[in-house]
């Protein structure tokens, strides 16, 4: 099957997704994330692949958020970027999931990579939460998800700071598993991959899915708020004088906010 957003190969195994916008930061756009999802639906139709592998093109971006564009002006489903539709089919999949972070993972990007069952990335990569800074948020899956992989203070820390970790600090935190070379990266996730593989299939997806099962809840939460909220939400005044002056590089004008 043929993408406009994304490369999907077969190794024996294991079946890699690369986000495929590097001129842009790997960004998710509305056709990346209808992609992503529907591969990965395909990928759960078939017995030749038991893992996959998530990564960016290039080696300088895993994926720095999302970017709305082409998308009808309008205050319904049409109108917003179907990110969750990514992140949940990422979690209904049956086969283990493992992001390769290649470079920044940042906002949406870092959100991606927690939803991943397990994440390896290469000695420079740079993970950050930049929501407040710019006036969105992720009040569903990229709160609870990430609280649950780090604890809820160094989650709250992450998300209303906007720090960047490296990816030894990320390792020590516990936000990743496996720290490898940049140079090693490919090879280390590709054997890791394999490991897996050879892990009873049926077992793995037992496995998988009763991890979710208390956090299934969270999907409904994720879209009363990054849907409904956060669609009214960056119409704001505080939203655009956020952005703006963080494209800008310059302090926020408080005065804005509430607005």
């Known amino acids: 099957m043929e993408y406009e957003t994304i490369i999907y190969e077969e190794d024996g195994p294991v079946g890699t997704i690369t986000l495929n916008r590097p001129e842009d930061g790997n960004m998710f756009n509305p056709t990346m994330c ?3 999802r529907d591969c990965i639906d395909q990928n759960r139709r078939e017995s030749r692949t038991r893992v996959l592998i998530l990564t960016g093109a290039g080696d300088r971006f895993f994926c720095i958020g999302g970017r709305k564009e082409d998308m009808e002006d309008s205050q319904t489903y049409s109108g917003v970027i179907p990110v969750l539709d990514m992140y949940e089919s990422i979690e209904r999949s049956q086969k ?3 992001a390769s972070v290649n470079g920044f993972a940042v906002g949406g990007g870092n959100v991606l990579q927690v ?6 990335a290469a ?12 006036g969105s948020f992720d009040a569903g899956v990229g709160t609870w998800y990430l609280e649950d992989q780090i604890g809820k203070k160094r989650a709250k820390e992450m998300w209303f700071c906007n720090d960047k970790y490296t990816a030894e600090q990320a390792l020590a935190i516990g936000l990743i598993n496996r720290v490898v070379p940049d140079d090693k990266l490919r090879e280390e996730t590709k054997a890791w991959a394999m490991h897996i593989a050879d892990r009873g299939s049926v077992a793995l997806a037992a496995i998988k899915h009763s991890f979710s099962v208390r956090t299934t809840g969270v999907n409904g939460l994720g879209r009363m708020a990054h849907d409904l909220l956060l669609r009214q939400y960056l119409d704001s005044d505080e939203s655009k004088e956020l952005s703006e002056s963080f494209g800008e590089r310059r302090k926020p004008d408080p005065s804005k906010f509430g607005h």
């Open 34 to 36: 209808f992609e992503v």
């Open 115 to 120: 939803v991943c069952d397990l994440t390896i």
């Open 123 to 134: 000695e420079s990569a740079i993970f950050r939460q930049v929501g407040p800074s710019m």
């Open 96 to 98: 283990p999931v493992i």
